[in-house]
Each structure stands twice: as structure tokens, then as C-alpha cells.
DNA sequence: AGGCAAGATGTAATCGATTACAAAAGTCGA
DNA sequence: TCGACTTTTGTAATCGATTACATCTTGCCT
């Protein structure tokens, strides 16, 4: 009952490769999952017939019946952000390797779409989720857990038994980011934070905090600024900053994009990095090494961080969801380049050396 | 008969649904699908039973009697190039909108991964096809077309019967760069070119060719770099540069990477941009306007260009192979900013203007 | 009340594979 | 050559929805 117009080309069915064969559709199916299992001459027929028909398996009917889709839907909340343009290669790379495909579900920050991927995962359309939206309503995690629906979170610390976490240190880096501008003598600070719901967001400023506290440092001695991780919060910040009377002179930004709209804005308005202040940023973004000056950061280990979490992800698929402990966390590294250097009492002509330096976070 | 662990839960399935309100399941089935085809009280009824049963319809199932899975895949070469990202949020957008979701394929410049997508959409697990990588194998082509599955190529040109192809004017963009940087007084020219076996870098290298000829400049006038739209391809090419007695004063890059990447090496070789050189990228990412001094760019109409392409693709999903020429060309907007600036004879200190402009490429 | 059209619902076939189970074919030693 | 056992193949049920067609209600007009 082909339709209308595209699908009126001869339409091969497993039945049509049996019969051309001379063999029964089981042996066309056994001879394409697992050529072992029959002999060989009967496999050459069908492999033959197979050949001459052009047949490619319908596989919605094999889902359907294998109740297995072999496809894992992976939700972002920005395809645009280069942090997760990488990490979903790790991804990608990872579940290919096993035969998985995946969804990628962008919100664009719109929970209206949220639900859709829900929905899909729901409907059976996938055998398991990564999560890398900072925040996800009660009542789906309920409704997901209720479906037993392997699951791992991806920066995104969700607090729920069976759903691992695969994250980065994002409060231990911060803290390090923090030590690191005090090493440097910087003692009045500013910080560039994350959307506040995101759970990201929040582990980052309380290692900001233990930072703070760590240095002996008080709400006296630190700003912080709202941001969304994107280029256009460093250039809000940037603004409040110009029009503090004590600025600080150590900037740490929560994400590279934000960081960077800082550093333009300043510049711009006569400030110069790193002489009078001082900026770190957090993700480490190939664009990070590519801005004047380049920009001292943490990088996450994008591409691991993908990985692994397909990993776990795969290992719950598996093996069903399982009550080990599979959380992880990867360390970061300092990328120690241009845009951070030591305070200055009295910031007049200075040399600036350039570096090339890479050192790893220290725990 | 549930898998091991996971699956173990209450499945629900429609006949449960029908049970529990107490009709079939084409009642259930119709409730679900067009409600007015029911009569209200047995509409609340099954609704009510659906609620309570938290019943999700299997997909995977409807899609194997419906024949469509109501998904589109796309195929993008690179998913960490930001160009992409945003076609793909156009894209996104207007399938979403249209009740369609996506499948995303990255390729990672890796030709094996593309026969993996061609099994995926040959196997009837998408409604139609979107390939933006620049270069589809002759076997494929012949395979999908037989095939006939709707398809769309973006952002590469594919000369093919039934095949549309949604791009941005490259040729036309390509030769007003020329005429531009011409126009200021470079006389002797320099083009970071795409990956030669890829379409749109061939479009984009002809119309430079055709600037250079309307110019009426010969061959002795200018210099070709490969490159592969990224930035590392603006680093070689810059080192070329440098390399050379008699440098050019305009550079058309054919991506913006390649543009950031040029720049940031030839500027710390101590060339100064615009006084020595203009550099006119080809893009218009975010990016470009967070680099100093901020990057002079053909702006590609991305997120148009996305939901163009799958405007398209959806007709032919729904009206069937049409043999109407549903070729799109969309026009780009010039963004000058302060990477280029009037040939200077002797570059001297120049006092650089800051620049606020944009205007639209007139054909 | 009777008749008829329109509307609502149910029955059962169908989509295209996989796979449990049964049946047939092959292997091998006595 | 005859079991006994293993290997290979076939038959038919199954996955979970949709939908053509048949049947049953309902409403309305005379």
C-alpha cells in the first residue's frame, strides 16, 4: 500500500530475500545477526540474494520486537556552546564504538522543549539519557525514574539515587582559580558566575566562596556579577565593573565566553590585562588561545568528560541500572597564558613576557 | 516477558489503556490521535485511564505501522564548528515546529561514520535527509536516490536531479570580498581557501577568482593557502605569509577561524591590522566580533539558512519528490569592522577609528 | 413509530522484523 | 545400518501500535 509518491519503488522486505533465496525469513535474519549460525552454503545464497535485491533491514520493525533501539538521546541546553560541541564528540565517539547511535536534543534554554525529549525517551524511541541541562523539574525526574530508563547526569550534579554523575571538579577548580589570583597578590576579586538555578553554576561559586574563605578574604573584598556563562554576561559584568570606584584587580570568570566579553569591554574603556587587572576564565575553549591576550583558564577535559560518560551510560544499559557507585569526577588543568599576572601596586610601563607554560591543577 | 532488571516495571500498552476505561483499543488509539473522533464522554474516559495508568504511546511501534518516524537526520562534517551549530538551531527550530524531530550526524571529517548514516536512513529510521558535508561518495548518491528518500543538500552543492540545494550565495560573497578589499586599494591580494574536495570551498575559491578577473588583476597579483575553514588552517597560512618578500596587503580568508587564526600569528610576527595588512573573514560567527581588532566578515544568514533547509525538506516529505526546482540561494550581509582599512603606501601611525558599520551586499 | 443518515465504536489485519520451539538434516561410533 | 546426538532450518507467535471495514447507536424528520 505504498504512498503517495516516494515510497512507490520496490519496497524489499526480509520475505522478499527468503523467497529469492529459497530459504525462510529465520535464516535471512540469523545469516544478518549472526552469520555463524548457519552453514555456510545457505549463508552464501543469502548473502547472494541479499546482495541482488538491495535489502536493508527496516529497523523500527527490529526495535519494535527487540524492544531495543540502540540509540541514546543525549540533551543539551545550547548546541552553540563549544563546551558541548565537545563533549558530545566524546559522546558520539564512545556509543559509536558499541554500535549506538544518539539523539541530540537542544533546549536553546527553553523548557518547553524540555518536555519533548521526555516524551521521546518515554516512548521508547531511546535506551538511555545523558543529561547536561543544569536543571531538570521534579516531576520529570520522577516520571523518568519511574520508567527505569538508565539515565547519567553530565554537569549536572542531580542528587538521585541510580542516576550517576560524570562531572568535572568544577568547585575544586574554582577554589584553585582563587588561590591561584591571591598567589598572584591579588586581594580584591571579582567573580563572573553562572545562571543560578544551573547546579554547574552553583558548585562553581561555592569554590569561589571556599576560595575566599581559604585566603582569609571577606565580603569586603569581592564582587560578583550574574552571568550566563556566554559572551554577552562578560560584557554586562565588564560594565558594572567600569563603574565601580575600587575595582578589583583579580577577575575570575566562571566560563571562557564570559571572560572574554569582559576583557573586550575593559580593554576598550582603556583598562589593560594583565597589568591592571587580571582575568582567569574556566572551560578552556580552543577560542581561548586565539584572543589578545590569550586567556589564562582551567580546561575540562571535554572530550574524556564525553567518554566517560557515555561509558557509564553503556555500563547501565547493559547491565541494568545497577547500585554501584559509577560517579565521576574529572580534575582540570591550568592553561597559564597571557591575561593573569601579579598585582601591581603601581602599574606603569611593564615588560609583559610571553609564556607557554601548561601546568596541572594540583589537588 | 521483561529484560533483566530495567525493564521489569508495569510496561503499559495501549490494550491496558482500553481495558481500564473499558473500550478498544482503536478507541484509545483514536483518543489519542484525533479526539473529536470521539464522543466526549468516552474521550474522558479513556483520558482518564491514560492519566491514570501514566500511559506513553510506544513509538517505535507506531512508527512501524505508520511508515514515518517523524525525524529528519542531518549530516554536518564538524560539529565543533560554530557555522554548524547555528544551521543546526535553524534547522531545529522549524523541524520542532512542524512536530519533527532531529537526528544530528557528526562526522568529524571521518568517511567511515558516513556509512553508518546512509545504513541509518536507508533503514527507514528518518523521513528525509539534510547533508551539509561538502562531499557525498557517488555510491551513496546512487544509493539514496534509489532509495528515494527526500533529501536536502546545505552548504554543498550537489548536482543532482530531486535534490535541492538550500545555500548562501559563496560565489557571489566570495567576488564582493575582492571587489572590497579592491576598492580600498590592495592591489595584491591573498585567499586562505577551504579544503579543495569540498563544494563550497571550490564556490567560494571561483568567486574570488572572478573578483581577481574583474579587478582586472593577473596571477602575478595574488596567493593561495589551502586550508580547512579552521583555525590551525590560519596559523599555516599566516607562516606562508611571513615567509614571503613581496607580502600581500588584503587577505580574504574563506572562514572566520581561519581569519582569528591568520591574525593572531602575523599580528604577534609584529604586522599590524588594517595599518599593514586588511584581513576579510567569510562567516560572521559570534566570535569574529571578540577578537582585536573586531573581524571585518561576510555574514552567512545561518539560523535562516537552517530553517530554510528544513522548510524545504519537509515539503518533499509531504508533497512527495517534487520535480519543482526548490533551489535556494540566500544573500550574506557585509560586516565591516576594524580589520580592514585603505592601502597605505607609507603606513605610518595611523590613528584607527572605531567603527560601528553594516552593510548589505548588493548584487 | 419508523426509517435513514451520520456518528461512534469494535474487530481484526497489518507494519517487518526476531526468536522460541519444532522439525529436519547431518555426523559419527558401534 | 542404526540410533543418539548435534547442527541447521522452518513455522508461527510476537513486539505495540494504527486503521479499513463492519457493526451498532444516536438523532432527526415525517
Sequence with gaps: ????????????RIADVARLAGVSTATVSRVLADPNKVRQKTRDLV???????????????RNLRTRRTMTALVVVPNLANPVFA???????????????????????????????????????????????????PESDKRT????????VAMCAAI???????VVVQDREASRAAVEYLVRLGHRRLGYIAGPPPNVIAAERLAGFLDGIAEAGLTERDFVCWEGRFVFSAGVAAAEAFLRLKNRPTGIYASSDESAI???KVVRAAGVRIPEDVSVIGFDGIEFADY?????????QPLHDLGRKGADVLLKMIRQGMSPEDWNVRLPLTLLERDTTGPFLRDPKKVSRQSRARTRVLSQ
Excluded at 556509543?95 to 516524551?119: F, H, K, M, P
Excluded at 542528587?159 to 554523575?165: A, D, R
Aim: glycine content about 8%; charged content about 25%.
Design 1 to 12: 500500500m505504498s504512498r503517495k509518491g516516494w515510497l512507490s519503488a520496490k519496497e524489499v
Design 47 to 61: 548473502t547472494e540474494a541479499v546482495r541482488r535485491s538491495g535489502y536493508t533491514p527496516n529497523s523500527v520493525a
Design 86 to 136: 565537545q563533549i558530545l564528540r566524546g559522546i558520539d565517539d564512545e556509543l559509536t564504538q558499541s554500535g549506538y547511535g544518539l539523539v541530540i536534543g537542544n533546549l536553546d534554554n527553553c523548557a518547553e522543549r524540555e518536555a519533548r525529549y521526555v516524551e521521546l525517551a518515554l516512548s521508547r524511541q531511546v535506551d538511555g539519557i545523558i543529561l547536561m541541562n543544569g536543571r531538570i
Design 144 to 151: 523518568m525514574r519511574e520508567a527505569e530508563l538508565p539515565m
Design 159 to 165: 542528587h538521585e539515587e541510580k542516576i550517576p554523575n
Design 261 to 263: 566579553g569582559f576583557i
Design 291 to 299: 584572543v589578545e591576550p590569550t586567556l589564562t583558564t582551567f580546561r
